[in-house]
Each structure stands twice: as structure tokens, then as C-alpha cells.
């Protein structure tokens, strides 16, 4: 009875085994993607340089001011 058992269960096996290679190899197809690159355009901060620019002038506008009303001409 148990030799019985194992010849089912064999010849189960072995009818499962030859259908999982009656297809044939078939060559596996790999699906390439494009490459997608989200970049970001270089900026700068303009609202932060156009008034830093600005308090340059402002800077150096003060620095060279040249004042004339000084008491110390020797022309009379």
C-alpha cells in the first residue's frame, strides 16, 4: 500500500514536470525606459542681489563723498 503511495505520488511529479517545460525557452525581453532627469534651471536670488548691489552704491557713494566745505583753503 505505501509502495503504491509513492508510485502516484511520483508519476504526479513527473507528469508536472514534463509540463512546465513543454513551452520551449523563449528569450526573456527587457522593456527599457528613457531616463527621465527633472533639473532645476541655475538661478540666483535675484531679490537679494538687486538690493545688495544697491546698498553697494549706497556704500560706496557715501565712502568717496568729498567735502569741500573744509576751513582749511590757504587761497583768499
Known sequence: MIMTKFATFALALGLSASTALAGGYVAPTVDVEPVVVDTKPASTNAGL?????????????VASDDDDDDDDDTTD
Do not use: E, N
Not at 542681489?49 to 557713494?61: F, S, T, Y
Open 49 to 61: 542681489v538687486v538690493p545688495a548691489l544697491l546698498l553697494l552704491g549706497v556704500i560706496a557713494a
